[in-house]
């Protein structure tokens, strides 16, 4: 069976992490589309096992979260009930970022709702040492679930953007204009300088122009949930471990301690498993050439000569 070598799963890989589609990936790089889609699914595997396992222990003194709007299929409007159970409909990417490393801590794929909202928080706490300062949106379901992740040992505000109206002459997709800002504080004591979203809406921006998926008004949108989950665990662990960050000149994983080099893409190749060949279909192989060199060889003498011709 051909393998890709490690320097095209590298091109590939570059390809999907700057904003290419999945076909586009194909026509550039001359591969199969099933070839790129089954790279996809290993490498987004071996990208959340690996940040599962290692993204822990950090110390984190201000912490940002967020949640990104995308769809698979459809949009949940124009999604029937039996593609609906298939995964199709609209899918919040929930992220949490350190402000100091720009460190994706952990991310979560899944709704809007409460429960999604308890999920991510706790992973959350999972991974951070010490008392971290958090600031969200005015998401309600927030509350409640950093109260339970963190207990009391957090400093937590609520950052409530006010807009203005939106005027007659403004599409549909342009936003309505900031006007203000209100902060609440939920719980402990944060610091008024430091309640701020911009770093983790800033990052919002860098999904949406480096994963084709998150592009508005294209058809390069998920097909699939798991694929988009793929992509989404794959895009991460570059930025962390793959990425330099300008302001940084490092990369944050880097900047938090979990590495001491920038990850090239051959490295993060070595993430997926040695795949050993098939020794039984290596066997059948053998056999099938040998009978055929056995009866082209048939009826001849040692000259190369049939002696009945």
Same mark, same amino acid.
């Given at each position: ?32 589309? *099933?070839?790129?889609?089954? %790279? ?5 595997? !071996?990208?959340?096992?690996? *940040?599962?396992? *290692?993204?822990? @222990? ?23 009930? +039996? ?67 963190? @207990? ?12 203005? !109206? !939106? ?42 122009? @480096? ?18 989950? *793929? ?42 498993? +040695? ?6 279909? +290596? ?24 002696? %009945?011709?």
């Amino acid at each position: 069976m051909n393998q890709l070598s490690t320097a095209k799963r590298a091109q590939i890989i570059a390809a999907l992490v700057e904003g290419n589609s999945i076909n586009a990936t194909c026509r550039m790089l001359e591969v199969g589309k *099933h070839t790129v889609l089954r %790279l996809l699914v290993d490498m987004g595997c !071996a990208c959340a096992a690996y *940040h599962h396992l *290692h993204v822990r @222990g950090l110390r984190v003194r201000r912490l940002q979260c967020d949640e990104i709007w995308a769809f698979v299929g459809a949009k949940r409007k124009n999604v029937s009930p +039996e593609r609906e159970v298939e995964g199709w409909g609209d899918v919040w990417t929930w992220t949490a970022i350190d402000a100091d490393t720009k460190m994706i801590v952990t991310y979560f794929i899944g709704d809007r709702g409460k429960g999604a909202a308890y999920e991510f928080m706790a992973d959350c706490a999972e991974r951070i040492i010490g008392r971290p300062q958090i600031t969200t949106d005015a998401l309600r379901h927030y509350a409640n679930a950093i109260e339970d992740a963190f @207990g009391a040992d957090v400093d937590y505000a609520m950052l409530h953007k006010l807009y203005g !109206a !939106a005027t007659l002459d403004e599409s549909r997709y342009s936003p309505a204009t900031c006007i203000g800002c209100d902060m609440k504080v939920v719980s402990g004591d944060p610091d008024p300088k430091h309640v701020s979203t911009s770093y983790v809406e800033r990052q919002n921006l860098s999904m949406r122009m @480096g994963m084709r998926r998150f592009t508005r008004l294209t058809n390069g949108f998920s097909k699939k949930f798991e694929n988009h989950a *793929h992509q989404i665990a794959l895009y991460f662990f570059h930025y962390n471990f793959c990425r330099v960050y300008k302001t940084l000149r490092v990369t944050p994983a880097m900047e938090a301690g979990l590495a001491d080099h920038v990850w090239t893409l051959e490295e993060l190749c070595s993430l997926l498993p +040695e795949t050993k060949p098939n020794r039984r279909i +290596e066997k059948e192989m053998i056999s099938q050439a040998l009978k055929r060199m056995d009866e082209r060889n048939y009826g001849k003498d040692e000259s190369g000569i049939n002696p %009945l011709s």
